[in-house]
C-alpha cells in the first residue's frame, strides 16, 4: 500500500474519468492506470468497473473503500504535518546532561548571561549522576554534557569522537555554620573528631573529596554524622550546625562573606577543579552550534 494510491483511487473517485485523474495527479494515463491496479491487487477486488464507455464507475467495493482512503489519506496528511512540526522544535531543542549543583551554579550562571541566544530555542537541563550524563552524550540522548573536571575524575569520551571546552573553575572548600562572633562552629586543628557531612560515592563532588582526604597524611579527624546525594542537601545540613562539609564555593561564597557560613579550614584542605562542557565533534543543529559558539567566546 502507498499514500499515492490512495490519492489516486480519491482523484479517480471525483473526476470519474481516468484521462482527468490522471492530469490532476500528474502521471500519465498508463501510469495512473497500473497504480489503480496496483491498489486493486493490494484491495484483492476491483474497484472500479471498466466497460470502456461513460464516466468510471466505482464497484461496490470501490463504493464501501472510498470513504476509508479518504479517511486514511486525511489521517496520514495530518500525521505528516505533525511530525514536521515535532521535528522542526526538535531541531530548535538543545539538550544538556549535567548534576544538580553544576545545574544550579554554572548552568544558572552562564545562562543568565547568554539570555539573547535562549530566544531561538529550549533549552532542555537533565542532571544525573556523571556516569549518566557521558553516557547519555554517547548514546546521542544529549548533545552537551557539563561536568567536572579534575585528575581523580574520568571522564571516558573518545577523543577521536567528542571535544570539549573548559568553562569555569572553582573549588570544594569545607564550611561549618558560624559563631556570632563569625568563628566556625565546627573546625579542624581540636582535639575532638569534626562531625563530618559526607558526599555518596556516586556524586563526582563526593569523590573529589575522599580522594583529596585519602591522599592527605594531616588530614584532620572526621566523624561521619550524614551521608547525602544532594549539595543542596548538605548546605541546609550545614546551615543548620550539623557539622562540616565541603561545597562549591560558587555556592557559598556570599554566605561566607555575610557571616552566615565560616571556612573550617585553611586553602590546604581545599579541592580545586574545573567545569567543562562536551560535545560530539559531529555538525549539530544550527541553534546548538550557535550556543556552543557563543559559549566558546565567553
Known sequence: ??????????????ERSFTRAAELRHVTHPAFGR?????????????TERDGGGPVRL?????????TAQQMAQNLAHSHEELRAIAGRQARTVTLATGRTLARTVVADWLARIQPVLAGGELRVRTCALDESVAMIERGEADFTLAYHHTSLAVRLDARQFTHLTLASDRLVPVSRARAGGAPLHHFGGTDAVPYLAYSHTLALGRLVEDRLAHDPLAPRLARVVECDSADAQYEYVLRGLGVAWLPWSMVHADCQSGRLARAGDERMQVRFDV???????????WAEALWATLARQ
Open 35 to 47: 497504480r489503480i491496479r496496483a491498489l486493486e491487487a493490494w484491495a484483492g477486488t476491483p474497484l
Open 1 to 14: 500500500m502507498q499514500l499515492k494510491w490512495l490519492e489516486d483511487f480519491i482523484a479517480l473517485a471525483h
Open 59 to 67: 464497484t461496490p467495493a470501490g463504493q464501501a473503500f472510498l470513504e
Open 276 to 286: 567543562r562542557m562536551y560535545r560530539p565533534k559531529r555538525r549539530l543543529s544550527p
